[in-house]
């Protein structure tokens, strides 16, 4: 594969490796996060592959990026997508502290090919009544601050 | 560990795990999936411990029961979290489709602890300028499609 060294060409790369991945068992989707120092690190999606319903392109990508770079902070890396990344990638990025991410098929094109991820955005909006997957609170005594009481009397944490 | 039965056990099964998990260079978080026929899949925050940006307790509990269970549908299964699920855990769980999502702890008591999520769920506000991560769009050439293309061609597709 040719040095990528721009934006268009990672975007390209993404899609490459999204194509492969459907010649190899996997989903549609390609992803790479690219370092400050220009360093690769790929991801496909590989949910049906490998039984890993979090295994989607960008949280493989960030998850390669980070176990290759050493740190759970991706600050100064781009995540480029082959495709609009679902809110849990995009949580994933924000957690992983990634500066940008880029797409190029979006919401639509993938609805159109039989992904729509509607009602997981739909999720998300303040209306939602939460009856696709109820979250509710249970266990509200004093035992469910034991870990972060732990937590707080320990030296020798890493703090993120 | 005694068996835990009722939804009460399992929420201490989470707490009990994630205060264990801090003595053991982990974050203060745990998460249990259970499975219909009462099996139980531990989860534990390994964000620093493994440079794993996306290992909080909830989506190292669902991988794990994804794992064991040989499938990456939880249809059925129910997380129990020691604290609050942040929109990465609850968009992992959507995917997963987990029926029902109980925590102990809420996102208050984890703001208290050092663990503040809260522009992260702002993020996912309709009225986010986006500014923390922006999000764009690029590449709206044919290209993008290509991936999709490919998979509506292929015979053997698992589809999801």
């Known amino acids: 594969m040719s040095v990528a060294t721009t934006g268009h060409d990672y975007l ?3 899609i490459e ?3 492969t ?9 390609g992803a790479v996060v690219v370092a400050p120092d220009g360093r690769t690190f790929e991801g496909v999606n590989r949910v049906t592959a490998n039984n890993d319903p979090t295994a989607h392109a ?5 998850r390669t990026a980070a176990q290759e770079l050493g740190t759970f902070n991706l600050s100064g890396c781009v995540l480029y997508s082959s495709c609009e990344p679902c809110p849990m990638c995009l949580a994933s990025s924000l957690w992983a502290r ?9 919401r639509h094109d993938a609805a159109a090919a039989g992904f729509d991820d509607a009602v997981f955005y739909d999720y998300f909006e303040p ?6 997957m109820p979250v509710e609170r249970a266990g509200d005594g004093e035992e469910r601050l034991k870990p972060f009481k732990v937590w707080d009397s320990l030296e020798t944490r890493t703090d993120y």
């Open 98 to 106: 990634i500066d940008r991410v880029v797409f190029a098929a979006d």
């Open 17 to 19: 490796i999204a194509t």
């Open 127 to 132: 209306e939602s009544d939460r009856k696709l």
């Open 12 to 14: 390209s790369m993404a």
């Open 58 to 62: 960008e949280v493989v990508a960030i």
């Open 21 to 29: 991945n459907v010649r190899n068992a996997g989903g549609p989707f």
